[in-house]
């Protein structure tokens, strides 16, 4: 079974920058596109970025773009998003979400259990 | 961006009754159609897929149905353990989107 860790989260000032990381085992990683989806406390699910098993292909919300990159390292089974000029709406648990194919859309088939982004000064 | 939009909103029902739950897309995006639910506290957890496809392990009194804009999420028999939010989200262009989120309780 697929299994997702995410870490990385913490308290950040507006401005300011930081990198979430997502560990996934119990697959084969590089056979599988990977997204980052966000969830106020309390609100709905907004996707952030999503990124296709090779890298070719990447691509983000227009509330994000410019300031967040979304990357993988398939040797290590890992994704990663940087987040750069943080805001205080960026504030929010994000998920690492595993897609149900090697390609850039489609279902989220396994969720990590979130890292807690808090933004404010 | 393709719009989705649920109702209703939150929902009270009794154990054993049927529950529906609409969500209506802003243009056309053929079966590309998946739905979750989460549970308080927990992170979201796949259900159906491209329309009407269950994941491997969700009970069989999940089912969706729907083409073109308007799908539908029904739970036969709602169970105490289907208490939470459900959302559903499109993956026919970018950026994916996600409904609002159904609650459903028990009454």
């Known amino acids: 079974e697929a299994q997702l860790v995410e870490s990385g989260g913490g308290l950040v000032q507006p401005g300011r920058s930081l990198r979430l990381s997502c560990v996934g085992s119990g697959f084969t990683f590089d056979d599988f596109g990977m997204h980052w989806v966000r969830q106020v406390p309390g609100k709905g699910l907004e996707w952030v970025a999503g990124?296709?098993?090779?890298?070719?292909?990447?691509g983000y919300a227009e509330s994000v773009k410019g300031r967040f990159t979304i990357s993988r390292d398939n040797a290590k089974n890992s994704l990663y998003l940087q987040m750069n000029s943080l805001r205080l709406e960026d504030t929010a648990l994000y998920y690492c979400a595993k897609l149900d194919g090697s390609g850039f859309s489609g279902y989220f088939d396994s969720w990590g259990q979130g890292a807690l982004v808090t933004v404010s000064s | 961006d393709i719009q989705m939009t649920q109702s209703p909103s939150s929902l009270s029902a009794s154990v054993g009754d049927r529950v529906t739950i609409v969500c209506q897309a802003s243009?056309?995006?053929?079966?590309?159609l998946n739905w979750y639910q989460q549970r308080p506290g927990i992170a979201p957890k796949p259900l159906i897929y491209?329309?009407?496809n269950l994941k491997t392990g969700v009970p069989s009194r999940f089912s969706g149905s729907g083409s073109g804009t308007e799908f539908i999420l029904t739970i036969n028999s709602l169970q105490p353990e289907d208490v939470g939010t459900y959302y559903c989200?499109?993956?026919?262009?970018?950026?994916?989107?996600f409904g609002g989120g159904t609650r459903v309780e028990i009454k």
């Open positions: 243009q056309e995006i053929n079966t590309c």
């Open positions: 990124i296709k098993w090779n890298s070719n292909i990447t």
């Open positions: 491209d329309v009407f």
């Open positions: 989200q499109q993956c026919e262009r970018f950026p994916l989107t």
